[in-house]
């Protein structure tokens, strides 16, 4: 019942694709009339028409620490877009509580079109089946505008780790169940709820130790603290290039391109099973139709660049700048579906 769950999930200069002449242009020209020529280059005909929008600086919340994929996404999607529609895009953290703290704040924000989020599967689709209380309604507090990077989930163990595969792996859990530690960003994060799936599939009993971040929980993993973890690529594809971690499985119906030698989870032996992790850009609910339209068409515009895909690409993140309703009908199913291993595993966040 709880097989097929997706969830949650990642300053560059002027495109090289522009002309000599325009680059020659916009090193002579001040700096607002260089984005207007930029401006100029990347539009389309049939762009949304958005007058006296922007008027001011527009603020993405990146409601994760500085330096993490939600935080890098957010900066390279606030750079395009400043270029291509004009005005100044800027990036804030508000870390805390799961993303929550950085969250309430854009959920309370004037809808206006000058206040974003980069959000994550956990602040829409997660949280709320976690905290007894939550700062605001993920379903009614937000307009979706897109989803920006999605990521499948790898099973992960420490290089020297006695099980070779995943069925080895299985074998061993069963063997001494209980007995065998695997790590996590923290408790109801999506590499906690990625473990807790696989055990219900493979119908195994692991230890679970929370840490403070990802990189901690790979960190632990590697000192042999914990047998692996569970998590997306960005955050351990360096680890495993380097030989320090070996990923078992990849929780997707395909096989990753940067990682064509790792099984899908169906592959070794876990049919149906498929997770997740994604980011995305909402509004504040009740933020005009034309600018969710606009910030949707330009994004996705950004995320189809050779620049944005050659840079995320190989870090295992997919771009994706679907429409406002695809993102809608994301977070409709996952919310429903996380929910349900969440209230199954008992798992809670007072």
Known sequence: MLHRIRSALLCSRFSR???????????????????????????????????????????????????????VLA????????????????????????????AEAVAKAEPDGHTLLMTSTGILCINASLYARMPFD?????????????????????????????QEFM?????????????????????????????????VQLGHVPYKSAAEAVTAAIAGQTVGM??????????????????LGVS????????????????????????SSWFGLVAPARTSPAVIARLQQETARALRLPELQNRFGPMGARLVGNT???????IVAERRMWDGLIKSAGIRID
């Open 17 to 71: 694709g522009l002309s000599c002449i325009v680059a020659g242009l916009l090193f002579l020209l001040p700096l607002s009339q260089a984005q207007a020529q930029v401006q100029a280059q990347t539009q389309v005909q049939g762009a949304v028409a958005t007058p006296g929008w922007p008027s001011r600086t527009v603020r993405i919340i990146a409601p994760f620490a500085a330096g993490g994929l939600a935080d």
């Open 230 to 247: 569970f998590d997306n690529p960005p955050t351990v594809m360096a680890q495993l290039k380097a030989g320090r971690l070996r990923a």
């Open 138 to 166: 993920p379903e009614t507090a937000f307009a979706p505008i897109t989803v920006v990077a999605d990521m499948p989930m790898l099973m992960l163990v420490r290089a020297d780790a006695p099980a070779r595969n995943l």
């Open 75 to 102: 900066r390279a999607v606030a750079e395009r877009l400043a270029l291509s529609i004009g005005g100044s895009f800027i990036v804030e953290n508000r870390t805390g509580a799961g993303g929550n703290i950085g």
């Open 324 to 330: 406002p309703e695809e993102f809608a009908r994301l």
């Open 171 to 203: 074998a061993l859990a069963k063997k001494e169940p209980g007995k065998l530690f695997f790590g996590s960003p923290g408790n109801g994060t999506t590499g906690h709820l990625g473990m807790e799936l696989f055990q219900s599939a493979a119908k």
């Open 252 to 275: 997707a119906a395909q096989r990753m391109p940067q990682l064509p030698d790792v099984p899908t989870l169906a592959e070794a032996g876990l049919p149906g099973v498929e997770a």
